[in-house]
């Protein structure tokens, strides 16, 4: 009778301990399920957009302020440009710059920030949001020390699409 509780109890602690295993190797299963699926999610989203930039200048009124022609041709409207990125590059010993965004017009822009503009008359719903199909104008206005010239524009949305565009050479001078 000893020995048959002793089993019993050597038993009950086997099997306890396999199901706690089972129950943690299910747990790890549903969270990397669970980080794929997001993944997935966020790869499908990051597919839908889709931005193109048509075209990179100096302003003719100031030459520290660039204008970048860009085009939504994606699915999805893109409206949080805080969460942007706007990285120009040089061609001179001026190192690369990340503007910041400021909401407004492009006279209230201080110094390595940018802004984005929708023409109000060709796309006149929602002025806010960058919808597929519509045009706006990138305005940067860049804090140089010297003249220089921008040699690449680097565009980074809200879902993880980046954009990589080489400008030419882009005449910019300090303000």
């Known amino acids: 009778m000893g020995i048959s509780l002793a089993a019993l109890l050597v038993m009950s602690v086997f099997f306890t301990g396999v ?3 089972y129950r943690t190797t299910l747990f790890g299963n549903v969270v990397v399920s669970n980080a794929v ?3 997935v999610e966020q790869a499908l ?3 839908k957009t889709y931005i193109v930039i048509d075209d990179v200048s100096a302003s003719p009124s100031d030459a520290c302020v660039i204008q970048v022609t860009v085009g939504n041709r994606g699915a ?8 942007m990125d706007v990285i120009v ?21 201080t110094g390595d920030d940018w802004t984005m503009t929708i023409d109000g008359t060709k796309f006149p719903f929602e002025p806010s949001i960058f919808n597929p199909g519509e045009d706006a104008m990138i305005h940067g206005r860049l804090n140089l020390a010297g003249a220089d010239n921008v040699s690449a524009i680097a565009l980074g949305t809200p879902s993880g699409y980046v954009l990589r565009y080489s400008t030419g050479l882009v005449g910019v001078a300090p303000c």
């Open 76 to 83: 999805i409207a893109i409206h949080d440009f805080n969460t």
């Open 45 to 47: 989203e990051k597919s």
């Open 37 to 39: 699926d997001a993944s």
């Open 89 to 109: 590059h040089y061609q001179g010993a001026t190192a690369p710059v990340r503007l910041e965004y400021m909401p407004g017009n492009q006279n209230a822009l």
């Open 19 to 21: 199901l706690m295993m």
